[in-house]
């Protein structure tokens, strides 16, 4: 069955922000992060469709980086930086995030290390 265009950058998405968060994720793993995320009981994804879509986020990202000017290089770091930022806060506020059995929230320690690290980011960005 093939998935709408708008829906597969959706999940193209999901699978560029885990390869910018973990390069070296395999195909079972990126599996398991969408199902987490909900995206495997709505669209049934399976092993051959998510290694397809991470092997087209793979070259889009090679062939963005190949001419690589220094703008190129600032939208990479950019997007790096929302998506640790965006997990960061998520375990500030102490949301949960997706067991398979059951939520799992951070402990208060894992919060102040992760505002530390926020604070951390924020202090040491060039001006």
């Known amino acids: 069955m093939k998935k709408k265009r ?5 999940i193209k998405r999901a699978i560029r922000d885990e390869l910018a968060l973990r390069p ?3 195909i079972a793993r990126m599996r398991v992060v969408l199902h987490q995320q909900s995206y495997f009981h709505v669209h049934a994804l399976d092993w051959h469709y998510v290694s397809k ?3 087209q986020v793979r070259i889009e990202n ?5 001419p690589q000017d220094r703008a190129t ?5 950019k997007e790096r930086h929302r998506v640790i930022t965006e997990k ?3 375990i500030v506020e102490g949301e949960p995030s997706n067991g398979f059995d059951k939520p799992i ?10 505002a530390n690290t926020i604070l951390l980011i924020f ?5």
Not at 62 to 66: D, N, Q
């Open 88 to 90: 960061l806060s998520h």
């Open 73 to 77: 290089k600032l939208a990479i770091i």
């Open 62 to 66: 090679l062939a963005a980086l190949y």
């Open 123 to 127: 202090t040491h960005l060039p001006s």
């Open 6 to 10: 708008e829906v597969e950058e959706i």
């Open 53 to 55: 879509l991470t092997q």
């Open 24 to 26: 070296l994720t395999s």
């Open 105 to 114: 929230y951070p402990t208060n320690g894992e919060r102040v290390a992760a």
